[in-house]
């Protein structure tokens, strides 16, 4: 929704498109070049990468089984069946998952991946903060969001009364018990660093924040619908 001058506003077509897109770019974007870097990943890329370090499959496929499987917990988290948010937030972890990889291999062609780490720290931080602004954008526009992220922001506001940070952190906390256990099996991880403990502890705050100043006229709507 939008709000002007004491006023709400619902969203059209053509805006939700716009917001949609520029967020979904925005995250592939962040999550590629923290791939890249080397310097940990945010917690759930993180947890797909050593999925597929351990079995030796594409990431992207622990990606997709990650946002199907993460939709249908969504639908019993909010206690409310809607087939259009589900097939909406499977679609968007399809998308994501696919330009994720576009972004990666994109930025270790340009050599990211070969810096310096007093280069490649600063662009971990950067693209774990992209990540947050994205998250913000899709979360505010409520129309099709990914269900990692869609779980966020019914923990935030059916658990932890508002409060991102909590919902983020307990969000996190499941991506990592799963990169735990792969180390527990290969006795090695892989995308887990500085970047990953960033996201962790200020992920939520990140997002607080971007809802304040950056298209701070777009707000939360209903969760359970389409706003």
């Known amino acids: 929704m939008y709000y002007i001058d004491g006023q709400f506003y619902p969203l059209g077509l053509k805006q939700k498109i716009s917001f949609f897109t520029i967020s979904l770019v925005i995250n592939s974007f962040g999550n590629g070049l923290s791939v890249a870097t080397a310097m940990g990943s945010a917690p759930w890329t993180a947890g797909a990468a050593n999925l597929a370090h351990i079995t030796g499959w594409q990431i992207g496929i622990f990606l997709a089984i990650f946002a199907t499987v993460v939709a249908f917990l969504?639908?019993?988290?909010?206690?409310s069946i809607n087939w259009p948010r589900l097939i909406g937030n499977v679609f968007f972890g399809l998308s994501f998952s696919f330009?994720?990889?576009?972004?990666?291999n994109f930025f270790i062609s340009l050599?990211?991946?070969?810096?310096a780490w007093w280069w490649r720290l600063p662009?971990?931080?950067f693209s774990i903060w992209t990540i947050g602004v994205a998250i913000s954008i899709y979360q505010r526009t409520n129309w099709i969001l990914h269900p990692l992220d869609d779980l966020t922001n019914i923990?935030?506001?059916?658990?932890?009364?508002?409060n991102a940070s909590k919902a983020q952190m307990s969000n996190f906390i499941i991506a990592i018990a799963i990169s735990l256990i792969a180390l527990?099996?290969?006795h090695s991880v892989v995308a887990l660093g500085i970047g990953t403990l960033f996201a962790f502890l200020f992920q939520g705050r990140n997002i607080a924040w971007t809802d304040r100043h950056i298209f701070k006229h777009l707000v939360h709507g209903d969760i359970h619908g389409n706003s």
Do not use: C, E, I, T
């Not at 330009?99 to 990666?104: E, G, K």
């Not at 050599?111 to 810096?115: P, R």
């Open 99 to 104: 330009l994720v990889s576009v972004f990666a």
């Open 155 to 162: 923990l935030r506001f059916d658990y932890f009364h508002g």
């Open 111 to 115: 050599g990211v991946d070969s810096l």
């Open 74 to 79: 969504n639908m019993w988290l909010a206690m």
């Open 184 to 186: 527990a099996v290969k």
């Open 123 to 125: 662009l971990n931080f």
